[in-house]
Each structure stands twice: as C-alpha cells, then as structure tokens.
C-alpha cells in the first residue's frame, strides 16, 4: 500500500483556513420567501412600557421602597438574602431594623461572614436607609 502522493493534481482535499471553498463546498443558494405583512401595525396596539419601581425610590409622597440585606452566617458558607419593602416611612423603619437585628444576631457564625459579608450587610442597610430619609426629606417627611 502506497502514500497519497501530495503533488498530484488529480487527488481533492478540504480548503484551507481563509480560502474559498470549492463549488461542492458552498452552502446551496435559499429561495427567497417574501416578507411576512402583520394585519395590524404594532404601534397602533402597543402597551406603554413602564419601568418597575427601583429601591429606593420614592412611588409617591409617603410611599417609598428600599431593599434591605439579611445576611446569615454559616460555618462554611454565608446567606445574604434581600427583602424588598414598599411603604410609609414607618414601615421601611421597621424593615430596616428587623434586617440589623437578623444580621448583629446570626450574621457572625462563619469565618468570612464576621470579618467581610456581615460588615458589608450591615453598612448596606444603613446606606439603603438614609437614601431613604433623603427621599423623604425632599417630600416634607423625617
């Protein structure tokens, strides 16, 4: 049994990277179909897109939302797990300090959660509150 001989003209081999391919190579031409007309035009019948409240914003005088963190500490892992609330000033109080009091009691059972995750939590709801009371500072509130 002999070699393939590499200079005989005779013998195909697939095109190389950057080179066309030969005509039994090339993707056969697609019929072309005529566009699809809709029976009504989208922008007649389109819903306005409103955006969803972010956190921390107000929805209204007296009416604000804030996300919060309440982070749980674990031997080898840790638990951040946000709570979105929607309400009077009061009500986002109340969020506020029922996240703290989650994370200054079981945020510090882990090694990373005592010394960065618990820390990071407990700044950030401290953060997302006073961006709060900016907010409600600006409607009159305190």
Known sequence: MTA???HDPQQQYPPQYGQQPPAQYAPAPQPQQPPVQQPYPPEQYAQP???????GYAQGPGVYTAV???HTGLLFMALTSPKQVTGTMAEVR???????AH??????????SALVYNWIAIFGNIG???RVK?????????
Do not use: D, M, V
């Open 68 to 70: 919060f963190k309440s």
């Open 49 to 55: 897109q409103y955006a969803p409240p972010q956190p």
């Open 4 to 6: 393939p001989n590499p």
């Open 128 to 130: 997302e509150l006073n």
């Open 94 to 100: 109340h969020a506020f300090w029922s996240a703290q």
């Open 103 to 112: 994370c200054l009691t079981l945020g510090w059972f882990g090694i990373l």
């Open 134 to 142: 900016a907010l409600a500072k600006q409607y009159g509130e305190s």
